[in-house]
Nanobody
Framework: QVQLVESGGGLVQPGGSLRLSCATSAINLDEYIIGWFRQIPGKERTGREGVSCIRPTDDDTYYRVSVRGRFTISRDNAKSTVYLQMDSLGPEDTAVYYC??????????????????????WGQGTQVTVSS
């Protein structure tokens, strides 16, 4: 049974950092594209937005414009885990962060981040709150 379990969220002051982890089970990372998405409070009608996505086979990555230079996505195949290092956090980054996985067949990291998984999997989410 495929499972994605996020961890690492919490409360951090503006300018601070957090590292989120997405531990996967029952999937081979080389067969999937993994993405981080977030649901911003008060924007439920617009849905989850793609933050960063990675194709582990060649480390092709995509970042939404607002996080470029601040967030870094990486993976550890041996641990079946994908990370999101978040630096220089601001209140606008406050959200529930989810990881998702979609088979690496006809999609790209950019397309996964744009649309979310169509036939893939979601984790349960982890709360990130940036506040002083």
């Amino acid at each position: 049974q495929v499972q994605l379990v996020e961890s690492g969220g919490g409360l951090v002051q503006p300018g601070g950092s957090l590292r989120l982890s997405c531990a996967t089970s029952a999937i081979n990372l080389d067969e999937y594209i993994i993405g981080w998405f977030r649901q911003i409070p008060g924007k439920e009608r617009t849905g989850r937005e793609g933050v960063s996505c990675i194709r582990p086979t060649d480390d092709d990555t995509y970042y939404r414009v607002s996080v470029r230079g601040r967030f870094t996505i990486s993976r550890d195949n041996a641990k079946s885990t994908v990370y999101l290092q978040m630096d220089s956090l601001g209140p606008e980054d406050t959200a529930v962060y989810y990881c998702a996985a979609e088979r690496n067949e006809i999609i790209t990291p950019q397309s996964l981040c744009a649309t979310g998984p169509r036939n893939g999997f979601w984790g349960q989410g982890t709360q990130v709150t940036v506040s002083s």
